[in-house]
């Protein structure tokens, strides 16, 4: 039902948006009633899902956990209005306001959505298991925790890899507390450069003291060559390694995600609305897709595997349109361009 919304949305190719064009316009996502926690859960379902049923496929490959935030753009008013008119924001505009942050990814931008993201990688696939939408100050350490505990008992993953921003001596010392294997991307400081120096050979010193908290982890700094240039590298991490230039290579794998925003990126609706909720049904969808394409044995891009996506929901809306055109009551003319399809 909601790809038929969404398909009838597209009619005269307008962008999504949340609301109606014209006074008697269906607007895009009107019946679509749900919420934050649903399709969160929702996704998450469908992650243990495949968990379960890859048991026996993924007990026999090296599967690793990536955790990262991806932000998307945000260019309405509301933040603005928030800094000069406080006092006349509605109950809706307050409530919308929690989950718009401050940085802005693209220049132009008034703001951003945050959305944290696990997904596994294994062997030569990648997937998205669980999505949540950040809210401002929101400290998400004991949702990261949780998830990974419950990760554990689905499957047997190497490592849970973070980039800089994970960089935090308290959910550090959590993560070793719950013992849960992880290399985090540490941030270089004056102090490591002076104490310990960078060289060639990587070394792991341990006990170093993390922040202002001073939590102690195992340090390992070296260098290597990328593109060319010598590249500075200080990971901090609770697993041994007999050549600690393991770290830098099991952490490569993080790129994974990136290459899973950027690929995913490119086929997110872009929803005109500073609703939560359909900003995180768009990502949900563009997730979706990706999954749907990486679970495919022989696959071709990305795009062509969208395209015939799309044909094959064309064609089945042209298959039940009669029933669905009473069911659903939208009275637009693409439905006689949808039964006329050959």
């Not at 507390?177 to 102090?191: C, E, G, L, Q």
């Not at 060289?199 to 060559?225: A, M, N, P, S």
């Not at 995600?257 to 563009?286: H, M, W, Y």
């Amino acid at each position: 039902m909601i790809l038929m919304v969404l398909v009838a949305a597209s009619y005269d190719c307008h962008s999504v948006n949340s609301k109606a064009i014209r006074p008697d316009a269906d607007t895009v996502f009107y019946r679509i009633d749900t919420s934050i926690a649903v399709l969160e859960n929702q996704l998450w379902k469908q992650g243990l899902q495949f968990l379960r049923e890859k048991r026996r496929k993924l007990a026999k490959v090296k599967s690793y956990i990536i955790v990262d935030e991806t932000y998307e753009s945000y260019t309405g008013k509301l933040r603005k209005k928030e800094k000069k008119h406080k006092e006349l924001l509605t109950k809706e505009e307050k409530k919308i306001l929690k989950y718009i942050h401050k940085y802005k990814p693209e220049k132009g931008d008034t703001g951003s959505y945050k959305h944290l993201v696990f997904a596994i990688v294994y062997g030569n696939k990648r997937r998205v298991l669980r999505v949540k939408a950040v809210k401002r100050k929101e400290n998400c350490d004991s949702f990261i925790i949780k998830t990974l505990l419950q990760l554990k008992t689905e499957v047997s993953y190497e490592c849970v890899l973070f980039d800089r921003g994970f960089y935090d001596g308290l959910f550090i010392e959590k993560l070793k507390m719950n013992k849960i294997p992880f290399i985090v991307r540490a941030r270089i400081s004056d102090y490591m450069k002076k104490i310990f120096g960078f060289y060639q050979v990587w070394k792991c010193y341990r006990d170093f003291e993390i922040g202002e908290h001073k939590i102690k982890g195992d340090l390992v700094l070296g260098t290597d060559f990328t593109d060319g240039k010598r590249t500075k590298w200080a990971f901090i991490t609770n697993m041994e390694f007999e050549d600690w230039h393991e770290v830098r290579e099991l952490y490569r794998k993080r790129w994974n995600i990136e290459n899973i925003f950027k690929a995913t990126d490119g086929i997110q609706l872009r929803a005109q609305t500073n609703n939560p909720v359909t900003r995180l049904f768009c990502v949900c969808l563009s997730f979706l897709f990706y999954n749907a394409w990486q679970n495919k044995n022989k696959r071709g891009t990305l795009l062509n595997f969208i395209m015939n996506a799309l044909e094959s929901i064309f064609d089945f809306i042209s298959r039940t349109v009669e029933f669905y055109r009473d069911k659903l009551k939208l009275n637009i003319p693409f439905w006689d361009r949808i039964a006329s399809f050959p």
